[in-house]
């Protein structure tokens, strides 16, 4: 059997995502969906035929896990300063 977007698309809805799998040069995407706000979305392949139907999906388990890691990780503090504790802050002068 032939693998096209299409039957990729069709396992997608059977599993309940709502999202698709989208052609870009060189590579492959998935949009909509769960997908929309994901940071890392792409598939490095040249053609549908370089993955199989099993492997696809693989593809789509393993960003989803990817971007809830993204997504769930501590934002950095922006200021460089050490933070001390309440009882142990330099007093300025007075």
Known sequence: MRLTAKSINEELAKRGSGARLEKGNGYFYFSGGEATDWLDRTVNAHSL?????????????????????????????ESAAPEWPAAKRPRGKR
């Open 49 to 77: 035929s370089s993955l199989s139907l099993d492997q696809w999906m693989a593809e789509f388990d393993r960003l989803r896990k990817l971007n809830k890691e993204i997504l769930r990780a501590p934002a950095q503090k």
